[in-house]
């Protein structure tokens, strides 16, 4: 057990829909990070947030938002969903300082009918 | 853009065997993760380097750090069933003070009792 809790574990959807995907980091880590994997592309970083402001972008869609409120606690808002957003979605939290290792929950896994 | 290329890609091998999965970027890392991915689940952290030239071992895994901290490698010995999954590096590079990770490209690997 990684310590991160992610929920849903599964979410089925039609296309033009919204969604929210959510994060509990381990107790006591300050980043979040968001990433996405498919089988095309294997696991991309979207997003970092570190004591709730944006730390790091990478290649997260303008349809995508995440937010990390005060109790750390992070959620991935999908909109405007299309086919090819279905796939998992990773939550990773680590503690402060460089070097730090990353721990992932298990994810969500969407599906766009 | 930076880019890490695992290889093999796939491997099916017989118990008791050993293998190397090589992880290569033409960039340099400020650390570098190995983890392990199972059908379901997140990717668990095996091990993180972050020296060039660092070596550390975990029970029958060997990790490698290349010494311009570029490259890495996994050594198994005697290979096990449950040694099945698969096998992601992942560089971090402090630039922009971000631990955001680099995904490899993954090996996949079957141990076959």
């Known amino acids: 057990d990684s310590g991160v809790t992610q929920t849903p574990k599964h979410l089925i959807t039609a296309t033009g829909q919204r969604v929210t995907l959510r994060c509990s980091p381990r107790s006591g880590d300050l980043s979040v990070y968001w990433y996405q994997q498919s089988l095309d592309q294997g696991l991309q970083f979207l997003i970092q947030y570190y004591n709730g402001e944006e730390r790091a972008k990478g290649n997260i869609l303008e349809r995508f938002s995440a937010q990390q409120f005060p109790d750390l606690h992070s959620e991935l808002n999908l909109s405007s969903l299309e086919l090819g957003d279905s796939a998992l979605y990773f939550c990773?939290?680590?503690?402060?300082?460089?070097?730090?290792?990353?721990?992932f929950g298990d994810g969500t896994r969407l599906s766009i009918l | 853009t930076q880019l890490l290329e695992q290889s093999p890609q796939f491997l099916s091998i017989q118990e008791g065997e050993n293998l190397t999965v090589y992880c290569n970027s033409s960039?340099?890392?400020?650390?570098l993760q190995w983890y392990r991915q199972e059908p379901g689940e997140g990717p668990v952290l095996l091990v993180t380097?972050?020296?060039?030239?660092e070596v550390k071992k975990l029970k029958r895994l060997t990790f490698q750090f290349g010494d311009a901290r570029k490259d890495s490698s996994l050594h198994i010995t005697a290979a096990q069933p449950g040694d099945t999954g698969l096998y992601l590096c992942a560089g971090a590079n402090l630039r922009g003070a971000t631990n955001k990770l680099i995904f490899g490209t993954g090996t996949l690997l079957a141990v076959q009792p």
């Open positions: 960039s340099v890392f400020s650390s």
């Open positions: 380097v972050v020296t060039g030239g």
């Open positions: 990773a939290s680590s503690g402060q300082g460089s070097n730090q290792p990353q721990h």
